[in-house]
């Protein structure tokens, strides 16, 4: 299972976003193979919020100079995870694995 370490939280992506538009947000910073986790409601449906998970501490202090920036019409908040908060994503969503990332 994945740690919080070298992860982001997204806030107020659009419930149509890709996993495309979420790496051209973050061109620029190496993401982790499988390292895009959409968050889903108990129907499946997106909720605007992900984690991505970086390949490191510079790629991360790098994506979150992309804070308030926008995807779309939407603007992106961005939050530092703790491991605990990351545990807690996958024991809820019923961790399987992540969508293919790079597609």
Do not use: M, W
Not at 81 to 93: A, C, I, L, N, P
């Amino acid at each position: 299972q994945p740690t919080g370490n070298c992860a982001l939280r997204l806030r107020g992506l659009p419930y149509s976003v890709t996993l495309r538009d979420i790496e051209n947000f973050f061109e620029g910073s190496q993401i982790c193979r499988d390292g895009i986790h959409l968050v889903r409601n108990h129907q499946g449906k997106l909720t605007g919020e992900a984690y991505v998970e970086f390949r490191s501490d510079d790629d991360k202090r790098s994506a979150l100079r992309k804070q308030n920036n926008r995807i779309g019409s939407r603007y992106i908040e961005l939050f530092h995870v703790s491991d605990e908060e990351f545990s807690r994503y996958f024991s809820h969503q019923d961790y399987q694995s992540p969508a293919r990332y790079p597609p």
